[in-house]
DNA sequence: CGTCAGATTCTCT
DNA sequence: GAGAATCTGACGC
C-alpha cells in the first residue's frame, strides 16, 4: 500500500479532509511501538478568512507550522491537557490544515480514539510531533480502505467562529463507531 | 437519557 | 488575564 505524498497534501484542507476518511495513519512511535489507525472523522481549517483557524489571528510564532510546506504535521496543545494532531495542507504561506479527530487502531484495537484528544493522548503524540514531515517515517499516511459513508456537519467546539461556525466542514464515516459525537 | 463543571497550561492581548 | 479546534465523571430526571 502507498504512501501518501506531498501532492496529496499540496491542495485545499477540504479535499483533503474528505479524501483522509477511510486512510491509514502509521506511527512508528518506537521500533517495537508502531500504531496502524483507519482515519474516520477529519476537520478542515480553511486559512486566515477563517474565524474558526487559528491564522485568522495571523502569523504566529504558534502558527509558523501551518504557514509551511505541505505534508508536516501541526501539533499544538489545548484547554492545558489536550494535544491535536493536524495536518498542513496547501502551498507554503497559505496556512490551511486538517484536524484528524477519530480512528480505528487496526494494531491496538482496544484503543479509543474516537475524539482528537484521546487520539494524541493514547499514541503518544505531543508537540514533539510538531512540524514533523509526514511523508515518511515515524509519521505517514497510506493509502488503505474506502469510507463507507462520508456524512459532513458543522466543526466541534467552534461556536465563537460567527458564520464560519455553521460551514460544514467536519466529515466523517458514518458507520464507524469511532466517530467522536 | 441529558446538562454541567472541573481539570490544567499555553498563547496572545 | 482571558479563553481555548477537549474529555470525563457527577448529578438530576
Not at 147 to 167: E, T
Request: glycine share 6%; proline share 5%; net charge positive.
Amino acid at each position: 500500500m502507498s504512501r501518501l505524498n506531498r501532492n496529496f497534501f499540496d491542495r485545499s484542507a477540504k479535499d483533503v479532509a474528505i479524501d483522509l476518511l477511510g486512510k491509514e495513519l502509521v506511527f512508528e512511535k518506537s521500533k517495537n511501538q508502531i500504531y496502524r489507525c483507519r482515519i474516520v472523522e477529519t476537520e478542515a481549517y480553511l486559512g486566515e478568512k477563517d474565524l474558526a483557524c487559528h491564522a485568522s489571528r495571523g502569523r504566529t510564532p504558534r502558527t509558523e507550522t501551518m504557514y509551511g510546506p505541505p505534508g508536516r504535521s501541526y501539533v499544538y496543545f489545548v484547554y492545558g491537557m489536550y494535544h491535536m494532531l493536524n495536518v498542513v495542507c496547501m502551498p507554503e504561506g497559505v496556512p490551511e490544515a486538517v484536524l484528524i479527530r477519530a480512528a480505528e487502531c487496526i494494531s491496538h484495537p482496544k484503543l479509543r480514539l474516537n475524539g482528537p484528544g484521546k487520539l494524541c493522548r493514547e499514541l503518544g503524540i505531543t508537540r514533539l510531533q510538531n512540524d514533523i514531515s509526514i511523508l515518511r517515517s515515524p509519521l505517514y499516511f497510506r493509502e488503505a480502505s474506502i469510507p463507507k459513508k462520508i456524512q459532513s456537519s458543522a466543526r466541534i467546539g467552534v461556536d465563537y467562529a460567527k458564520q464560519w461556525s455553521k460551514r460544514r466542514l467536519r466529515f466523517y464515516d458514518a458507520l464507524s463507531d469511532s466517530v467522536s459525537c
